[in-house]
């Protein structure tokens, strides 16, 4: 093998990507045999996750200067990190950047001052460390790797050498904790990091123009363990990104510890990774909103994780997800499983992401006090990616709802999000509607998934009822219309001076337009109930499902419901509170009404 006396940015870059790629190539084997801290079966697909994000995110990086790519690293593991494993891992690259000495090219003995850092920062990431684990492993590797730096400068030999220390302490993790003995399994993160070595050491040995050769799947026995588990006291693993200067990661840590245990702490004073495993994810995110700026969230259901490792129709079990433009009664999210993606939502400098570190009280309650215009936006792809990926652990298939295509781009972000999932097959449906229009398609996609309908089925039961749904808008005044650009100041000014009001709806293709106009509030609503009887009649006549969505108005939504099921006494009908999505264009009093028949 040739020598290979430094290591620089590109070599760092390479090494990593081979190794990702040979851990993500071993996400199920892994997901086999995790029993620690829970058994939910997904550490595979956590550890592979933010390795594939690290790689895709230092890929097209041209920094020979070792230093400058460690952070370009750190950072997008801090940014990718999922899960236990996940974090941990982020936590490692961080220490690592943080320990390795500013030079352009590292030696060994750099690199084994680096390491040795990456370990006592893993290490001080988690609030109880147990060993057995990844952190055990990751330790003995750097004192392996520190007890050779100063005898061997060749970086082609020293991690040969250190892997081999790696694999005696990961075969040792059984005896350490009871729980991988009684399984009859390894822990499988520390699986995973000594897989992360295996693919940089494969890549040193055989690397060439036309990358390294494939290795072949090791036969891996899956864990024993009883389908009734009591375990899982705590049954929601949530993260939160936060983004901020100078974050108190002490407070941080001690406001989480009396919400949950595995709490894991990555990154630095200025973005942090806070994973925690609670039964209160919104308690969660409003602590620490109180302490950053929340950038992302996720949460994972442990229970239903452990529950699908026994169900043998995993493959065609089918995920539904949409974005939080979607209004439906929060009990209908969890109960149908609903995967969602908040939209941002601003005021001025302050950034929030909707029905997740701002709720639609919260919201109008900031509303009546502020002079500042309210703004929506899409979600990045990249927070479709992280939902879609975690769904895709559990169902073979995504049939992703969105609203109309012609008033946002979410739509489009969704499908630009869903590129860096593999193995997952996914159909994304327009359902050219919003709030609570968006909510009845949602329920009715929702509700064929939990029948246990196909992909294909549920695609199509989206697409049919987003072609009948009707949506109707009425709203007390058109100020905050003209506020937020959807109406002119002319056009303001004149319906103000005239005392017309629209009524408005979304037209076939999914734009926004009028329906009708009345002189004041009352006969908008009168209008408004008038079209949406109109399109009932239209429909169907062997059942009619309706929603009703109000910003800030509970008493007029509970008074149309009334008249809703005073005309239709078989009838559904849902309330709920209208998020930003609405709420911001229509203000306070706004109301919304649909019919799916």
Known sequence: MIAVAYLDGRRLARAVIAGSRFVGERAEPLNSINVFPVPDGDTGTNLASTLQKVSAGIAHIRQRHVREMSRAVAEEAVAGARGNSGAIMAQFFCGFSEALPDVPRASTQDFAAAVVGAAESAYGAIARPVEGTILTVIRDWANAVRRRAGEDADFARLLPDSLREAKKSLENTPNQMKVLQKAGVVDAGAQGFVYLLEGIVRYLREASRHGPPEAPLEEVKAAVFEKQLESILFRYCTEVLLEGEAIDRHELRRQAALLGDSIVIAGSASKVRLHVHTNEPEKLFEMAARLAEVAQTKVEDMRAQHETRFDQNRAARVAVVTDSTCDLPPSLFEELNIGVVPVRV??????????????????????????????????????????????????????????????????????VGSRPVEKTRLEHVDSRNVSVGLGLVVRAAAEAAAAGRSADEVAHIARDAAARARLFIAVPTLEHLVRGGRVSPLKGLIAKIFGLLPVLTLSGDGTAQPAAKARGFPAARRKMMALLFQSAEEGSRNGRRFGVAHCDAAELAESIAREIRQRYPESDVMIVECGPALGAHGGPGAVAVAVLP
């Open 346 to 415: 601003t005021f001025g400098s302050e950034n929030y992401l909707d029905k997740v570190t701002l709720t639609p009280s919260e919201f109008y309650a900031r509303f009546a006090v502020t002079t500042q215009v309210p703004r929506t936006s899409q979600p990045p792809p990249a927070d479709f990616t992280q939902v879609y990926q975690n769904l895709a652990t559990h169902a073979g298939s995504i049939v992703s709802v969105h609203l109309s295509a012609a008033v946002s781009g979410t739509y489009q972000a969704a499908i």
